[in-house]
């Protein structure tokens, strides 16, 4: 987390991040299905959000 926000600072942009648990590499499928499903409505309502600002 801090990476990326030293990340974001150096390139002058607010990134919208949706974090998710790690260590990912040694995640069964299952478990990586499981993390992604988790993720996916929070995502899609940050894309909506930003598409209705513009």
Do not use: C
Request: proline share 9%; hydrophobic share 45%.
């Amino acid at each position: 987390m801090p990476a990326a926000a030293s990340q974001a600072k150096s390139l002058g942009f607010e990134p919208a991040i949706k974090w998710v648990p790690h260590p990912i590499q040694n995640r069964t499928k299952a478990e990586l299905a499981a993390i992604a499903d988790a993720v996916y409505e929070p995502i899609l309502e940050t894309l909506r959000g930003a598409t209705k600002q513009n």
